[in-house]
Nanobody, 118 residues
Framework: QVQLVESGGGLVQPGGSLRVSCAAS????????MGWYRQTPGKQRELVAA???????NYADVVKARFTISRDNAKNTVYLQMNSLKPEDTAVYYC????????????WGQGTQVTVSS
């Protein structure tokens, strides 16, 4: 069992930056691929960025060159640095952890609201 707690969301002006964090506990963090997803009302949850246990990254086209995902295995934490934010980035951001071998070991955080508005 993995517990995920997101933090760092908030209100930011267009063009601004924000970093959200996801602290994991309860299992061996390095054995999980991690991802950030986001969701707006009435829409499906979508992948924003992902990072494997080995550090390989993947981004949605709409955030490439603006967002950076990273992980600190010593701190059991994954980060999403968001730059040049746009109003359309407004969403609830969720952290996901998926075991690298046992895919049914798939966990979600409670989400953190990011609002981009002037």
């Amino acid at each position: 069992q993995v517990q995920l707690v997101e933090s760092g969301g908030g209100l930011v002006q267009p063009g601004g930056s924000l970093r959200v964090s996801c602290a994991a506990s309860g299992s061996i963090f390095s054995r999980y691929d991690m991802g950030w997803y986001r969701q707006t009302p009435g829409k499906q949850r979508e992948l924003v960025a992902a990072i494997t246990s080995g550090g390989s990254t993947n981004y949605a086209d709409v955030v490439k060159a603006r967002f950076t995902i990273s992980r600190d295995n010593a701190k059991n934490t994954v980060y999403l640095q968001m730059n040049s934010l746009k109003p359309e980035d407004t969403a609830v951001y969720y952290c996901n952890a998926r075991h690298i071998i046992i895919s049914r070991y798939d966990y979600w955080g409670q989400g953190t609201q990011v609002t981009v508005s002037s």
